[in-house]
């Protein structure tokens, strides 16, 4: 991570759905969300002198835990379905087995 891949809050909020103050990227944070799993999720802020900033990449990876979670809420079958899915291809792959 350099200096040039991070953005201010105020930059997040434009990034993320919705009308989001930079307070809100702030108290994910420092709060997190609640999934409906009943997880809380936190989005990792970076601090350069006194100023906040957010990795683009960590905003998606936050955005994404957070559905991942609350797909696996709504749809648990479907979401363990997908995860035997991926497993199962992730140990062909090591074991060098295509499957297309």
Do not use: C
């Amino acid at each position: 991570m350099t200096h040039e891949t991070l953005i201010n809050l105020t930059t997040a909020t434009r990034r993320v759905a919705g009308n989001h103050d930079p307070s809100t990227i702030y108290r994910w944070s420092r709060q997190g969300v609640t999934a409906r799993t009943g997880e809380r999720i936190f989005l990792p802020l970076v601090r350069v002198g006194r100023r906040l900033f957010v990795d683009p990449a960590e905003l998606d990876s936050f955005v994404k835990r957070l559905t991942a979670a609350d797909e696996a809420h709504y749809h648990p079958v479907a979401t363990r379905r997908a995860e035997e899915r991926a497993e199962a291809k992730r140990v062909l792959d090591e074991a060098g087995i295509g499957v297309s």
